[in-house]
């Protein structure tokens, strides 16, 4: 049963963000990876990831209610949340960013991937409508 997800995420241009306490931060337009954990109700919770019209609770709402944001692949996994990320690889764009109660010093659980579409994420999503709500079923779904 998976209990972390990533979120693959294009930025079509720069931005501004403020995200809770953090600091504000500038992130260049590319793609980036979150990762996330929910213990019980997991597809719930990306499901709400992936809403423009939400409460912001977690530091990714932020980031996802921008319009230059757009969730684009969803991956699920039973590794550890913390695992997971550290093999995503990437910059740290906003330290501190998904990880305050991360206790393996990632520094942070958003990466910068750069400007070029990551393997994972496929070619035919980012002419999808609604491409992160599709990639999150058909995950769920075991495909």
């Known amino acids: 049963m998976p209990t972390t997800y990533q979120l693959y995420i294009h930025l079509r241009r720069p931005c501004r963000i403020q995200a809770g306490r953090l600091p504000a931060a500038r992130l260049?337009?590319?793609?980036y990876v979150y990762t996330?954990?929910?213990?019980?109700?997991l597809?719930?919770?990306v499901e709400r990831h992936l809403?423009?019209?939400?409460t912001l609770r977690w530091h990714v709402d932020w980031l996802l209610t921008r319009r230059e944001a757009r969730v684009v692949h969803v991956v699920l996994s039973e590794a550890p949340e913390c695992q997971a990320n550290a093999r995503v690889g990437g910059e740290v764009p906003v330290p501190g960013f998904g990880a305050s109660d991360c206790r393996a010093a990632c520094g942070s659980h958003l990466r910068y991937l750069g400007p070029e579409r990551p393997r994972v994420v496929p070619e035919a999503a980012l002419r999808q409508r609604r491409p992160g709500l599709r990639?999150?079923?058909a995950a769920l779904e075991g495909g």
């Open 43 to 45: 597809a719930a919770r």
């Open 36 to 41: 996330g954990s929910a213990r019980r109700n």
């Open 28 to 31: 260049p337009a590319g793609w």
């Open 135 to 137: 990639a999150l079923r």
């Open 51 to 54: 809403r423009r019209d939400k």
